[in-house]
Every structure is written in structure tokens, then in C-alpha cells.
């Protein structure tokens, strides 16, 4: 059964009529790119307007105006479109699944801030003397452990892109 669909792409209409997955045709026309640089699928409004999945606060928004899910899929709303994408382990269901297989960039980042942060926080406490040595402990956890947190999270992020790419 072939489906006809219309596109207009900068104010040129095209008409496909083939037995071939819609993405497929959209690819194949070279004027437009549906994959986005993550490897998500770009679905527009006008092929799907209404999401009725569950709305989650879960993930990343990246400029998104709403994120929902679907078990293992994972939606983003923009203004024009919705970008989709399977994640390897479903988070509400294996919350420390998802971050050591799906999100490693926000566990390593967690890690390794907590860690800075004792031993800052630790560190300074132990060789201040007086009744500002808390105080100057929490400071110096809190400016290390964000230090670190992000450090890690650009690291790992940047690794994963690179992968990604391989």
C-alpha cells in the first residue's frame, strides 16, 4: 500500500509515492536532514502533532519545552518539531541502570564532585584552627566539589560524543 506525502521545503512542494518508511524518503531527498547530531530522529508537528505519552521531568531539556516518555523512548518537544530517541534502559524503572549505561556524564560528574568536595572540605577543616574552620570546610567542599563536578561532566560528555561518532 503506497503512501503519497506531501512536503514543503523551502516553498518547494514535493510528492513521494513509494513503498519505503517515511524517514527513508525524507533522507533520500537531500534537502533536509530528520537525524539530529545525537543520532535522534527529527519528527515534525505537522507528521505528528499530539504527544499523549507521559510527561516526565526526567532527562536532559536541551531547549526543550516538554520531555515524555514512552518505556524506553524518550521524546523532546521544541517549537516545531519533536526529537526522539531510545534510551538502553528505562529510568523510572533502573534509575542507576540508566545513568551507568544511558547518562554516565551525571554519575561520574556526582562522583567525582562528592569526592572533591570531602576531601576539600576535609582538608581545610582539619588544618584551620578557630571558630571559622566549619565555615571555611563547607566553602572549600562547595567550590571544589562544583570545580570537579563539572570538569567530569564536560570530560565525560565529550568522550561520549566521541564514541558516539565511532
Same mark, same amino acid.
Given at each position: 500500500?503506497?503512501?503519497?506525502?506531501?512536503?514543503?521545503?523551502?516553498?518547494?512542494?514535493?510528492?513521494?509515492?513509494?513503498?519505503?518508511?517515511?524517514?527513508?524518503?525524507?533522507?533520500?531527498?537531500?534537502?533536509?536532514?530528520?537525524?539530529?547530531?545525537?543520532?535522534?530522529?527529527?519528527?515534525?508537528?505537522?507528521?505528528?502533532?499530539?504527544?499523549?505519552?507521559?510527561?516526565?521531568?526526567?532527562?536532559?531539556?536541551?531547549?526543550?519545552?516538554?520531555?515524555?516518555?514512552?518505556?524506553?523512548?524518550?521524546?523532546?518537544?521544541?517549537?516545531?518539531?519533536?526529537?526522539?530517541?531510545?534510551?538502553?534502559?528505562?529510568?523510572?524503572?533502573?534509575?542507576?541502570?540508566?545513568?551507568?549505561?544511558?547518562?554516565?556524564?551525571?554519575?561520574? $560528574?556526582?562522583?567525582? =564532585? !562528592?569526592? #572533591? +568536595?570531602?576531601? &576539600? %572540605?576535609?582538608?581545610?577543616? @582539619?588544618?584551620?584552627?578557630?571558630?571559622? $574552620?566549619?565555615?571555611? =570546610? !563547607?566553602? #572549600? +567542599?562547595?567550590? &571544589? %566539589?562544583?570545580?570537579?563536578? @563539572?570538569?567530569?561532566?564536560?570530560?565525560?560528555?565529550?568522550?561520549?560524543?566521541?564514541?558516539?561518532?565511532?
Amino acid at each position: 500500500m503506497a503512501k503519497q506525502i506531501r512536503l514543503i521545503i523551502s516553498k518547494r512542494k514535493f510528492s513521494l509515492t513509494k513503498k519505503v518508511n517515511f524517514i527513508c524518503h525524507l533522507d533520500c531527498l537531500g534537502y533536509v536532514s530528520y537525524i539530529d547530531g545525537e543520532g535522534g530522529i527529527i519528527v515534525p508537528k505537522s507528521v505528528r502533532p499530539i504527544i499523549d505519552y507521559e510527561e516526565t521531568f526526567l532527562g536532559t531539556q536541551k531547549g526543550s519545552k516538554k520531555q515524555f516518555r514512552y518505556g524506553k523512548l524518550h521524546i523532546r518537544e521544541y517549537k516545531d518539531c519533536y526529537i526522539v530517541h531510545m534510551d538502553k534502559v528505562d529510568p523510572r524503572k533502573d534509575p542507576l541502570g540508566h545513568l551507568l549505561i544511558d547518562a554516565p556524564e551525571y554519575l561520574a $560528574a556526582t562522583i567525582a =564532585g !562528592l569526592e #572533591a +568536595a570531602k576531601q &576539600a %572540605g576535609c582538608t581545610v577543616y @582539619t588544618e584551620k584552627k578557630g571558630s571559622n $574552620a566549619l565555615v571555611d =570546610g !563547607l566553602k #572549600a +567542599a562547595c567550590l &571544589a %566539589g562544583t570545580v570537579a563536578a @563539572t570538569c567530569s561532566y564536560i570530560l565525560t560528555s565529550v568522550v561520549k560524543q566521541i564514541n558516539r561518532g565511532i
